[in-house]
């Protein structure tokens, strides 16, 4: 078990002894992890939730004192992973505090001047992908601006492109464009984003719109609908008319529709025109620029669509037609309730949906779609910052694949002098993560945001959990062998730092309490910190290697236990 070669040298590698430690230790009552794993988030006890808060329960900014724990738990959610630097600082400066200093930082530097400056834009890479995966997993890893970066990461969830679904030249620069756009909107209006996304070039073309023809009476062509259909289906709106508190409006026991394949087709003959900026393909530089309009391809005539008419064509069509979808009553909580989703837990309360979405509406000042006001309302609301979402039985999410890789890296103070940044593309389920940022295959992203496992207690008791939908006996096994050979050695040149954890490695429950509060919150049980601190001793602390073994047995077993991959 755990046996993935390891193709670099490191900081250390598991002995046979060692490695014999780690598998009785992912061993609970002879059920072997995958097993465990898939059963730690299934909700199956039957144990029945108590009742959400009603829609005017305050939202709490932030108890009297900030414990280490609970600062630990707020980076989990704010960030691709703590350290106990930031802890310390979330203690210090408070939530709202924190906050707000990660919306003073300034934009790191943009994924497309990254790759520009380490020479990625030779003729040689002209129809390659690479130096994406570089700049992706460095910016996550690397930068401050940690809320910019997880809340990107949220957005790219939603409002998905996929690097192999992008059929242009120079797919790094295109597909690192669009990232960069959902990076630099991160904290603006979302009526801005949806400008930006819809006269981005990635986005054109992995939606293929991009020179979007109007309808030909000759032979009967009528304009492209992808982006018309899910602009309004997975980015604004969805299927369904929805309340103010995510809930779905009916009639006669039926739900309403948003829209029809009429305002689709009406919609889709807005989006018609939309063309590169410059014919020059020798260079990247065309696809950071928005579209332009070719009046030749454009609809002029009048498009009807969601209630509203327009005609005329150009940029003014696609301004009305994107205000009109921004005014939606479905847009606040439609977007509100993904974010919550991706940032704090699988299952929020409607009266959590209606707070934030109410937000979204109106940020208190008259705008709508304020970014950071929703982002605080999101982050500072009752049901993120309440310790009892620790023992709700519908409280949190399964974490991220990605999310798990780059909180250890973190703890571990990855670097990459080369900046060559080896994780690459870790979307393989059999061999590493079944996710990697910017690569999902489909427009839907790796799981859908109402994925349940079927005939599951998660199913049974009618809730969600989509990072399930790429979860299952291979990928957990994949998942714990490909961390096994990061947290022993690192890849390429980037090696993992423990200094501070060795030092506490001859004792096992200082050892314990440091990796279960960076990594975990103090959310492991007792149960789990007893069977990882028995692995842990089984190995001399004055053996050869011993320290930095003992670290690694701790690391790993926590990354393969239950509560850290439960995030609550």
């Given at each position: 078990m755990l046996d993935e070669p390891r193709a670099d040298a490191g900081a250390f590698a598991f002995d046979q002894d060692t490695e014999s430690g780690i598998a009785d230790s992912l061993k609970l009552g002879g059920v072997i992890a995958p097993a465990l794993l898939l059963a730690a988030c299934g909700g199956g006890s039957g144990t029945s939730a108590?009742?959400?808060?009603?829609?005017?329960?305050?939202?709490?900014?932030?108890?009297?004192?900030?414990?280490?724990?609970?600062?630990?738990?707020?980076?989990?959610?704010?960030?691709?992973?703590?350290?106990?630097?930031?802890?310390?600082?979330?203690?210090?400066?408070?939530?709202?505090?924190?906050i707000d200093d990660q919306f003073a930082l300034p934009r790191a530097t943009s994924h497309w001047d990254?790759?520009?400056?380490?020479?990625?834009?030779?003729?040689?890479?002209?129809?390659?992908?690479?130096?994406?995966?570089?700049?992706?997993?460095?910016?996550?890893?690397?930068?401050?601006?940690?809320?910019?970066?997880?809340?990107?990461m949220a957005l790219l969830d939603l409002l998905v492109v996929g690097i192999g679904g992008v059929n242009l030249n120079w797919k790094q620069f295109a597909t690192a464009a669009y990232v960069d756009v959902l990076l630099?909107?991160?904290?603006?209006?979302?009526?801005?984003?949806?400008?930006?996304?819809?006269?981005?070039?990635?986005m054109g073309s992995f939606l293929t719109f991009l020179g979007n023809?109007?309808?030909?009476?000759?032979?009967?062509?009528?304009?492209?609908?992808?982006?018309?259909?899910?602009?309004m289906q997975l980015f604004t709106l969805g299927l369904y008319q929805l309340n103010m508190d995510g809930s779905v409006?009916?009639?006669?026991?039926?739900?309403?529709?948003?829209?029809?394949?009429?305002?689709?087709?009406?919609?889709?003959?807005?989006?018609?025109?939309?063309?590169?900026?410059?014919?020059?393909?020798?260079?990247?530089?065309?696809?950071?620029q928005p579209l332009v309009m070719t009046a030749s391809l454009n609809e002029t005539g009048t498009a009807s669509f969601l209630g509203t008419s327009t005609s005329g064509g150009g940029m003014a069509a696609i301004k009305v037609a994107l205000d009109t979808i921004f005014a939606h009553g479905n847009l606040p909580p439609f977007v509100s309730k993904q974010l919550i989703q991706r940032l704090v837990t699988s299952n929020p309360s409607p009266a959590y949906?209606?707070?934030?979405?109410?937000?979204?509406?109106?940020?208190?000042?008259?705008?709508?779609?304020?970014?950071?006001?929703?982002?605080?309302?999101?982050?500072?609301?009752?049901?993120?910052?309440?310790?009892?979402?620790?023992?709700?039985?519908?409280?949190?999410k399964l974490r991220e694949p990605v999310m798990r890789l780059t909180g250890w890296a973190r703890l571990a103070k990855i670097t990459s002098a080369s900046n060559a940044w080896a994780f690459g593309d870790t979307?393989?389920?059999?061999?590493?993560?079944?996710?990697?940022?910017?690569?999902?295959?489909?427009?839907?992203?790796?799981?859908?945001?109402?994925?349940?496992?079927p005939a599951s207690g998660i199913s049974g008791a009618g809730l969600v959990a989509p990072e399930f939908q790429i979860t299952n006996e291979q990928s957990v096994v994949a998942y714990v062998n490909y961390m096994q050979g990061l947290v022993a050695n690192g890849t390429g040149d980037m090696k993992p730092d423990y200094t501070d954890l060795i030092a506490k490695a001859g004792d096992s429950a200082a050892l314990m309490d440091e990796v279960n509060l960076v990594l975990a919150a103090n959310q492991l049980g007792s149960a789990t910190i007893t069977a990882i601190r028995t692995a842990i001793d089984s190995v001399s602390a004055t053996a050869t290697n011993g320290t930095v073994n003992r670290v690694g047995i701790a690391i790993l077993l926590t990354l393969a236990s239950p509560e850290f991959l439960t995030l609550r």
């Open positions: 108590s009742a959400p808060p009603t829609a005017s329960a305050p939202v709490v900014v932030a108890p009297a004192t900030i414990t280490t724990a609970q600062a630990s738990r707020f980076l989990a959610q704010t960030t691709m992973g703590g350290t106990r630097a930031m802890i310390d600082t979330v203690v210090s400066r408070r939530y709202e505090g924190w990254w790759l520009v400056a380490n020479g990625y834009n030779v003729a040689a890479n002209i129809n390659s992908e690479t130096g994406f995966d570089a700049t992706l997993w460095r910016q996550m890893i690397a930068e401050p601006d940690q809320l910019r970066q997880r809340v990107g630099d909107n991160a904290f603006g209006n979302y009526r801005t984003l949806m400008d930006a996304i819809t006269t981005n070039a990635a023809r109007k309808a030909n009476a000759t032979t009967g062509a009528q304009p492209d609908e992808n982006y018309a259909r899910e602009l409006r009916t009639s006669g026991g039926a739900p309403l529709e948003t829209y029809t394949p009429a305002d689709v087709g009406g919609l889709a003959r807005v989006f018609t025109g939309l063309s590169l900026a410059s014919t020059v393909s020798t260079t990247p530089d065309r696809y950071r949906v209606g707070r934030v979405a109410a937000v979204f509406a109106d940020n208190g000042s008259g705008s709508r779609g304020d970014m950071k006001a929703v982002i605080k309302a999101i982050l500072l609301d009752t049901e993120a910052r309440s310790d009892d979402a620790l023992t709700s039985a519908t409280a949190g979307s393989s389920q059999s061999t590493r993560l079944g996710q990697s940022m910017g690569r999902s295959s489909t427009v839907f992203n790796f799981f859908r945001p109402a994925y349940t496992p």
